[in-house]
């Protein structure tokens, strides 16, 4: 029997919870936690971020921030996310925000479907929302997803050497910055 929770049950179980947890429209799914690779790749890739955007209008924001996506009904963890200026949060919540610019997610092999295709798609309602990094953890290649003018575009990068242009922040985002001391 599926059991369905209210917003407000489920934000009073989020925030006592020891683990995640997302809400998807009265249903509420506990989070998977992570291995070695993907905590390394996350942390390079937001040091890195934070690093760089630290003196502009960018912000930067880790996992611990949930997203939530109002035409869905769903609040959801992004990897890391960037924003133009500080989060827009969601009414009065301090921990909800609605209005990322650039979102990443590290893939998991019990995620990944779900990160390329339903997540993408609710993401995708966000209007600010135009830049979208799928990185994976047990190899080199990312896999970026970039709007203009409403259009989706798709370019994939797999060597060390190799630099991504996220062009929201404009930035150069090094491929090896992401991998680095990864063991694969």
């Not at 989706?152 to 630099?163: I, R, V």
């Amino acid at each position: 029997t599926e059991r369905r929770y209210s917003l407000d049950a489920y934000r009073a179980i989020a925030e006592t919870a020891k683990e995640k947890c997302e809400y998807h429209d009265g249903e509420i799914i506990t989070m998977t936690s992570g291995t070695l690779n993907h905590s390394l790749v996350m942390g390079n890739i937001f040091s890195f971020l934070h690093f760089i955007l630290r003196d502009t209008q960018f912000s930067v924001i880790n996992s611990e921030l949930r997203l939530w996506l109002p035409n869905y009904r769903c609040g959801v963890y992004a990897d890391a996310m960037i924003f133009d200026g500080k989060p827009q949060l969601n009414g009065d919540r301090k921990d909800e925000a609605l209005n990322p610019l650039l979102i990443v997610e590290v893939l998991s092999p019990s995620t990944e479907e779900y990160d390329r295709t339903d997540k993408f798609r609710m993401y995708r309602s966000i209007p600010s929302f135009c830049e979208y990094l799928l990185i994976r953890q047990n190899k080199v290649f990312v896999e970026r997803y970039s709007k203009q003018e409403n259009v989706w575009t798709y370019s994939d990068f797999d060597g060390l050497d190799q630099s991504i242009l996220l062009e929201s922040v404009n930035i150069e985002l090094a491929i090896a910055e992401i991998y680095r001391d990864i063991d694969f």
